[in-house]
């Protein structure tokens, strides 16, 4: 447990609880005090704070707390024990005084050595200006002469209202509310953020309309925190520090105090405002915005109730002569459910009658009170309760249901006269004091009472019904009143009404009474039954149907609330499911339940529904039209429009395509329309149309036969020519091809060449040509050597370079007008596939006869690698990081690929370049060397660098400091410790160790 009151920055309290603990254990023999009081017998500490808060909020500046508690610990450091002890309480400073009524004096009674107990006094002050004193002057007496003075000065302190610095959650009221009772309340505070030196303060109450005077506070204790700065268990202390070390982030921290309070009136009532404070950045104190905002609790504390009943008798009741003795016999009921207690019981004595003892059966006596009337005391005699109560009250307490007995005996003077003889007795509870209740003694004469027998019960649904005026109301309702001698009509009265406390049903005990002429009384009591046992009525508006309000989910509607009735009065409504009149009802049906209540909890309910229709159409955007020619090679182009975002005053709606293509997929050449239906919740819809154009730019291709030689017999002047009809394609089908020069496949063609050509037209009009000779030559004959193969390029396979050599390869040339070796050539340039491993390379060569025509074959060349290549990587590399870095830069030589062909080419396929920083660890770096063919080898090796580098930390140094004003020691801020290193570490890994 943190001692909170060192730390008070206002006040350096002593700690009053040691003091006590002390003398408790030197005082070995306990004895009364019998000197003067005096300051060494006593020890006064303030344990709440010493400042009150002052609003500082500009405008307005009255909506802040107005008054505060102050409380007091009082310990008996006497070393022996004090009775009589009272405290009083003077206030003076401008605008400072005792609130609420609330007593300047409260009574202690006894202290036993080393015992302490807290005095609290409800005070107003200036809250509207900040750094006004108040004095507050405590005065102890006891029943010896002499007095202790104590004061201490409060001073008004400027603070802001915000929630930051403590808000009420809730307040509960507990149980027990009637005069004489304890209760208790519990307010649950938030907090944000805490910080070492944090100021807390609690308050039950803030205003001036607290009743001070019948609601006194006796106790605080908090039942429950998450709040470091605030300790479960902590007791009688409304103010408390934040120790180092109770530094707490984040919002919502909660606190719960437990205020106990004892119940001083009858019929007394009020409310309470509970309210907190926090010091929030840079010694700014806020305290709870509950006076500013009417949303914060409000705790009413409902109309104290009477539980006590008392009833007295005389045994006997008649006495023939004097001196005699007469027993008393006092029954204290209390019946509520709760504890109560009652502080004085006050009997006034009949003239000549004077207190003889107690009776030895009597609950009353010397364990429980602190003062008896002694042997021979008449008149008004006390008995006053001993049991502590805290807050300076003593009292008898009763159990709930139970009841307290008092019996005593009596002695009659000789002297007294004939006749009869009231007594009679109160209670005082707290400040009031309870009707009397009369017992009669009668002496000589007629002694013979009447009798007097009461109505049956009676039953009622609300209330009792008037009390019979006189006798003959009494006896017209069949009530009976008979004498021995002679009725005295005129003495009938009604002498009261008792509850049971109960209710639903409450029973009342009613009470008549006679005397007949010689004054004689007797009494009768009827039962009255109330109990409401008839439901009340209500009745609920029509359905109401209406659509949403322009732009939103919700429309605001106003109906009248209904309001019930009842055969009683003070039946309440309340609207117990839906939503209130002129408030915003959400789309869709909210049915509104009303229940009625009376106060016998009979409950009647009606319900109606609200609906809200939504039918406001949502929207969407358009992305609008699209223009796009077609993507290469396709009959159409890919086309990402817009998102289509859907809005709508309700959420929910969505878009459907009904017409066209998503984003992103081919749209066809020409023109497609996208249509989206828009949809939400309630099933409005709305269209959004857009149209996407494809436009087919892309000309078909077409590929013509090559030239071709058609050698007829000499002699000939034409010849036959086949070919085969040129190929088309085009992005879209439907291509078409027309021959626009030459002769048709199959004609006679004349010797010499003919140009043939062609045109294709595709869908769009797009066109494309091509064109190929044939050529009608005398006839000769040349073969080329069968196809030769190369693994690298046709440079390999060198054209030959006459017609010897053509020859030598396997060639063969013949003519019947003879060959012209000589002008044996390649025709042309080589003719590749296009392709590659393998590509095949097509060379045309050519020879005249000695007529000079010419004939022509074709060689062709293979060119395939299927060689891989070669590669090899250096050895691994292990190196130690670079200083004050995780890493280390590595240089290696990279290693190059070879190949039985030029141009392989080598790259990094896995790890780091050289030259490149490598983290700690083992780095794999894979090369891999590809060629031309796509034929591949791979090697690799690893690089490892390790981390040889020790971490660090700094060092704040020594520092020497003085001890804060009226501390044995100082807060002592430090430079933080931070930890550093070349490589981050995991949590945990390394620990940095403070040692003192």
Known sequence: ????????????????????????????????????????????????????????????????????????????????????????????????????????????????????????????????????????????????????????????????????????????????????????????????????????????????????????????????????????????????????????????????????????????????????????????????????DAGYPTLNIPPTGNGIRILKSASPETIPTTPAQVTYTIRIYNDSSQASTVDELLDVLPTGFTFNMLSGSSGVDGTNSSSLPGNGDGDTIKFVGGVNMGGGITSYTIPGGDSLKLIYTVDISGVITSGSHSNSVSAVIGNDTTPPTTAIVTIGGDMTPPVLDCPGGLTADCSAPAAYVDLSAFQAAGGTATDETALDAGSFIHVGDVSDGMTCPETITRTYQIADAAGNTNTCTQIITIDDDTDPMISCPSPITMDNDAGLCSAVVTYTAPTGTDNCAGPSTALTAGQASGTAFPVGTTTNTYTVTDACGNTASCSFDVTVNDTEPPTATNPGNTSVNNDAGQCGAVVNYGAITTSDNCAGSSASQTVGQASGTLFPIGTTTNTFEITDAAGNTSTISFDVTVTDNEAPTINCPADITVNIPSGMTTGVANYATPTTSDNCPGEALNQTAGMASGASFTLGTTTNTFEVTDASGNTMTCSFDVTVQVEGVINCPTAATTQCSIGDVPAFADFAAFMAAGGAASDPDGINAASFMQLGADVSDGMTCPETVTRTYQIADNLGNTTTCTHSIVIDDDTDPMITCPSPITMGNDAGLCSAVITYTAPTGTDNCAGPSTAQTAGQASGTAFTVGTTTNTFTVTDACGNTASCSFDVTVNDTEPPTANNPGNTSVNNDAGQCGAVVNYATITASDNSTFALGSKVLKMRD
């Open 1 to 292: 447990m943190k001692n909170r009151f060192l730390s008070n920055p206002f006040h350096l309290a002593s700690i009053p609880l040691l003091k006590c603990l002390i003398f408790t254990f030197m005082a070995f023999t306990p004895f009364v005090n019998s000197f003067a009081l005096s300051s060494s017998d006593v020890s006064i500490n303030l344990i709440t704070g010493s400042f009150f808060i002052s609003d500082a909020n500009s405008p307005p500046q009255n909506q802040g707390p107005q008054a505060a508690y102050v409380g007091f610990e009082i310990c008996n450091t006497s070393g022996g024990t004090l009775s009589g002890l009272a405290a009083n309480m003077a206030v003076s400073g401008v605008g400072f005084a005792l609130a609420g009524n609330q007593a300047a004096d409260q009574s202690i009674g006894t202290l036993a050595a080393g015992e302490c107990k807290v005095l609290y006094w409800y005070a107003s002050y200036p809250y509207l200006t900040k750094g006004v004193n108040g004095s507050f002057d405590l005065t102890l007496t006891d029943d010896q002469p002499g007095s202790v003075a104590h004061n201490e000065m409060i001073i008004t302190r400027s603070s802001q209202s915000a929630n930051s610095g403590g808000k009420v959650n809730s307040v509960t009221l507990g149980p027990g509310v009637s005069a004489g009772q304890t209760f208790y309340f519990d307010a649950i505070y938030s907090f944000g953020n805490t910080q070492v030196g944090d100021e807390f303060i609690f308050q039950p109450a803030g205003t001036l309309g607290f009743n001070a005077e019948c609601f006194q506070l006796i106790a605080t204790e908090v039942t429950a925190s998450d709040v470091d700065a605030v300790d479960v268990g902590m007791t009688d202390s409304l103010y408390t520090i934040a120790d180092p070390g109770d530094n707490q982030g984040g919002t919502n921290h909660e606190v719960t105090v437990r205020y106990t309070f004892k119940a001083l009136c009858i019929n007394a009532t009020t409310n309470a405002k509970p309210y907190s404070g926090q010091t929030s950045g840079g010694g700014n104190f806020k305290y709870s915005g509950n006076f500013d």
